[in-house]
C-alpha cells in the first residue's frame, strides 16, 4: 500500500462531459504529481502541485485543469471530454525534492464513450 | 529536454533465466534515476534508485548501476521468477527550479513463463 488513495477507481462518461478525479496524497508529502497512462502515448506527465502551489507543467491540455487544497488533497477536472481522454490517470505524491522518490496511487480509469 | 529510452517489449524469458533492461537517458545536468514496476490493475512502484554516477541500486534481487559515461542504468536480475511479470519503467529526475516531476521510458512488459 502506497498511501495514496485515488476516487474513484472506474468512470464511464459521455463525450462533451465533464469528471472530476481525486487524490489524498501520502501522510506527510507536500507534492502531489498527475500522469496520464495510455497505451500510445505511455506514461505523460500532467502537472505538479506543491504545498498547494502549482510548481511544474507537463503535457496538461487547457481543458484539464488541477488544484491542491489547503489539507494537500488535489483534483483533478477534465471538461469537454473526447475519445480520446480516455485513459489511466494516475496521481503521485513525494516529499518534493528532485531525487525523493515517488509514491502512486492505483489509479483512475476514465472511459469516454 | 530530458528522456528516457528503454526497450521495448515484450520480453519473454523463462523461469530462472538472467534478465536485462536496457535504459539509456539524456539530461542537462546530474539527474537521479528510478526503476519503477507496474503489476497488473496497480499503480507504479518504486523498485531501486541511484542519485549519483556509479551508484548502484538494488532490491528484490534486481540491480542496475548508475553509468554517466554511457549515460545508462541497465536493469539486471539473476534469476527471474514468474512473480516477476510486470511492466518495469525506467525514469529520471533532474531539479529544474524546483520542479521535480519525474520522466519516464515507454515501460518494458516483461512476461515470465514457468
Known amino acids: 500500500d502506497s498511501g495514496v488513495t485515488q476516487t474513484p477507481k472506474h468512470l464511464i462518461t459521455a463525450t462533451g462531459q465533464r469528471v472530476t478525479l481525486r487524490c489524498s496524497p501520502r501522510s506527510g508529502d507536500l507534492s502531489v504529481y498527475w500522469y496520464q497512462q495510455s497505451l500510445d502515448q505511455g506514461l505523460q506527465f500532467l502537472i505538479q502541485?506543491?504545498?498547494?502551489?502549482?510548481?511544474a507543467k507537463g503535457n496538461i491540455l487547457e481543458r484539464f485543469s488541477a488544484q491542491q487544497f489547503p489539507d494537500l488533497h488535489s483534483e483533478l477536472n477534465l471538461s469537454s471530454l473526447e475519445l480520446g481522454d480516455s485513459a489511466l490517470y494516475f496521481c503521485?505524491?513525494?516529499?518534493?525534492?528532485?531525487?525523493?522518490?515517488?509514491?502512486f496511487g492505483n489509479g483512475t480509469r476514465l472511459t469516454v464513450t | 529536454g530530458d528522456s528516457v529510452t528503454q526497450m521495448e517489449g515484450p520480453v519473454t524469458l523463462s523461469e530462472e533465466a538472467f534478465l536485462t533492461i536496457n535504459c539509456t537517458y539524456t539530461?542537462?545536468?546530474?539527474?537521479?534515476l528510478f526503476w519503477y514496476v507496474q503489476y497488473p490493475g496497480e499503480g507504479l512502484q518504486l523498485l531501486l534508485k541511484a542519485t549519483k554516477a556509479d551508484d548502484k541500486g538494488s532490491n528484490k534481487g534486481f540491480e542496475a548501476t548508475y553509468r554517466k559515461e554511457t549515460t545508462s542504468f541497465h536493469l539486471e536480475k539473476g534469476s527471474v521468477q514468474v512473480s516477476d511479470s510486470a511492466v518495469y519503467f525506467c525514469a529520471l529526475s533532474e531539479e529544474r527550479g524546483g520542479a521535480d516531476g519525474l520522466t519516464f521510458g515507454k515501460g518494458t512488459h516483461l512476461i515470465i513463463q514457468p
Open positions: 503521485a505524491s513525494s516529499l518534493g525534492s528532485y531525487n525523493s522518490p515517488l509514491h
Open positions: 539530461a542537462t545536468g546530474y539527474p537521479s
Open positions: 502541485y506543491y504545498n498547494g502551489e502549482e510548481r
